[in-house]
């Protein structure tokens, strides 16, 4: 028995962002048939033709791989939702809009694509707008195409955190200068009761540069107020 299991070969799944292995044994059940009809199954699935039900998850799907293309033919031709969520199980454990999908995996063209085609910029997936996903992870380029889409800068997650907190935890100072720029709150305070500034939150973290930004923009304000 043991012999047998050491033989077994594994499959990888993925699942929030980590791999898992489970062992495959074969079955001698298994025909050239069978594994023809698992394929016609996966083939109907994910095909561009596919029905409705499956043409919002394959949407976001393909944003997520950045395939312009697809993502264009699903839209125009195939009539998918550009802002219906849709669980992409091996990317995270909720679900997701395309524009939320882009702007979280970085990909500046897609995001400009779903744009132009109507996305709503605001739209939050669980409470956290595509800006805010867009600043946790430093993607700069799609900040600036949110932004230039007149996204809101001080919206607040879940987490008590606007997109300009969350740039200042991660130490993302362009991020940081680009949320400022198009007027984003440095006076702002964290909602989840421990009422921190942006400036108190690169401090904590360490990030230096984030801090002299802030402080430069709050003496810029201050000057013009006199």
Not at 140 to 151: F, G, I, P, Q, T
Not at 184 to 211: F, K, N
Request: aromatic share 4%; with cysteine.
């Amino acid at each position: 028995e043991k012999k047998h299991q050491t033989q077994s070969q594994s499959s990888v799944r993925v699942r929030k962002g980590a791999f898992e292995t489970s062992p495959v044994q074969s079955s001698p059940s298994i025909t050239m048939t069978s594994v023809q009809s698992m394929l016609s199954a996966f083939d109907s699935a994910f095909s561009l033709s596919a029905p409705a039900v499956h043409v919002g998850t394959q949407l976001v799907h393909e944003v997520w791989l950045g395939r312009l293309h697809n993502v264009s033919s699903l839209v125009v031709e195939h009539g998918a939702d550009i802002n219906a969520s849709a669980d992409v199980p091996e990317f995270c454990n909720h679900p997701v809009t395309p524009l939320c999908m882009s702007a979280a995996c970085g990909h500046p063209d897609a995001t400009a694509l779903l744009l132009r085609m109507g996305a709503c910029v605001n739209q939050a997936c669980v409470g956290f707008t595509p800006l805010y996903l867009a600043s946790q992870r430093g993607h700069v380029e799609c900040v600036r195409l949110l932004l230039a889409a007149h996204a809101a800068t001080d919206l607040t997650a879940p987490d008590g955190a606007t997109p300009l907190m969350i740039a200042c935890h991660q130490g993302h100072a362009r991020v940081v200068e680009c949320l400022l720029q198009a007027g984003a709150s440095p006076a702002a305070r964290t909602t989840d009761g421990s009422a921190l500034t942006p400036a108190d939150i690169a401090a904590a973290a360490r990030h230096a540069e984030c801090v002299c930004i802030l402080q430069a923009c709050q003496a810029m304000q201050s000057e013009m107020s006199l």
